[in-house]
């Protein structure tokens, strides 16, 4: 028996009632397999606990978290805290501390579902896209001077450093070997960032000549938006620094049906700390508390991390559950145009794991 420990941290809004469809979905997973098993520790670490506390999560929260083997993160936000305390202080430091250098994230239109972009089926939507996850732009270098004076600057540094570059570059070579279009499009914009781009891109070449039967495009990130739209289809691994990758995947989530349906995992391939597996989505406090949220994002995120724990076979049935009871449509929450709640999708993902198991 092969046992898992996972630190489930629910958060905020709807972050609690997609985290509990996903649990469902763990539970179905141990019942067929038989060889593995997951235990849980739940953390109330989120916006209330910040209001009693004064901080996202308890000094030793990282030192409490770092010996699970992975993490399971809902969302957080709430209205009562600035957001760039509840993503700086709980998300980031995660993110940062325990090395998750790769944000995946699959941009996939499931079957039975229509793309916002007409003429492209679910065919021509099927790529992954690999985000640095801990330097470049979302760097804490910098600061502000001359507050409150005409003179009032601001600066924040784009950090781009060779052992992170090479990292990244690797682990997306290395995935574009596993897939079938041997190819890797990589995000830059050294014709107008002529310092770190232009590092940037010199590494991409350094580090591509290990992969010599991989098919290296590099394109500018203003033209990259756009062949998003006119062409999809021609991608299939594409990487980017962090601000890029943050970008390209909501225009990819908008791409395949939104945000209920885009998952991601954030990675630490070398398994030396816990990842975490999320969904892209925030707390959705419009949403909250009425049951509707669509759980496939965080569900499909639990399927990220089967892949992780090397379970492949188990996250492509998870899955498959799930683009099955889409493409069946007739449960499908309101944002996919029906009036499911939350309860029911997760249930009919459920049942279909286990029909096709
Ligand atoms: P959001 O992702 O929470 O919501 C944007 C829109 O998408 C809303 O209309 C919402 O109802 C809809 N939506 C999101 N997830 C959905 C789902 N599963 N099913 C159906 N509809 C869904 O982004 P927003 O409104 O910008 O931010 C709300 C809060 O979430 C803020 O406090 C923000 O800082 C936080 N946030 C947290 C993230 C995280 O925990 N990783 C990521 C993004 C935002
Ligand atoms: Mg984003």
Avoid at 153 to 159: G, L, T
Wanted: contains cysteine.
């Amino acid at each position: 028996m092969k046992t898992y420990s996972v630190a489930v941290i629910p958060g905020d809004g709807i972050g609690p009632e997609v985290i509990r469809e996903s649990l469902k979905v763990l539970k179905t997973v141990e019942e067929i397999h038989g060889g593995i098993r997951f235990t849980y520790d739940t953390f109330d670490w989120n916006c209330a606990y910040y209001l009693k506390h004064g901080r996202m999560m308890p000094e030793n929260g990282l030192e409490i978290l770092k010996d699970y083997d992975v993490i399971l993160f809902g969302a957080v936000g709430d209205p009562s805290v600035p957001d760039h305390i509840s993503v700086w202080e709980l998300i980031l430091p995660i993110r940062r501390e325990f090395q998750q250098y790769v944000n995946l994230r699959p941009i996939k239109l499931l079957r039975g579902l229509e793309s916002h972009l007409r003429y492209k089926n679910h065919e021509d939507l099927d790529f992954i896209v690999v985000r640095e996850n801990t330097e470049g732009e979302y760097s804490s270098m910098g600061g502000r001077m001359h507050s409150n004076t005409p003179h009032e600057m601001a600066v924040q540094n784009n950090v781009i450093t060779r052992f992170g570059s090479e990292r990244i570059l690797h682990y997306a070579y290395q995935l574009a070997e596993q897939r079938s279009k041997q190819r890797l499009t990589v995000a830059t914009k050294s014709n107008a960032i002529n310092h770190t781009m232009t590092f940037w891109d010199e590494i991409v070449k350094e580090v591509g000549a290990d992969y010599p039967h991989i098919d290296t495009e590099l394109y500018h990130i203003d033209a990259l938006a756009a062949y998003f739209i006119l062409k999809p289809e021609t991608f299939d691994v594409v990487v980017g620094g962090n601000l890029f990758g943050d970008i390209l995947t909501d225009l990819g989530a908008a791409m395949v049906g939104g945000l209920g349906l885009a998952p991601s995992g954030n990675i630490n391939p070398e398994k030396n700390y816990p990842s975490m597996f999320e969904a892209i989505h925030g707390s959705a406090p419009d949403i909250a508390g009425k049951g509707i949220a669509n759980p496939i994002a965080q569900i499909w995120s639990v399927s990220l991390m089967m892949d992780h724990l090397g379970h492949p076979d188990l996250g492509k049935l998870i899955l498959d559950g799930i683009e099955e009871v889409v493409a069946e449509g007739e449960v499908r929450t309101p944002d996919l145009g029906g009036n499911a709640g939350t309860e029911s999708m997760g249930n009919a993902i459920v049942s279909k794991i286990k029909e096709l198991a």
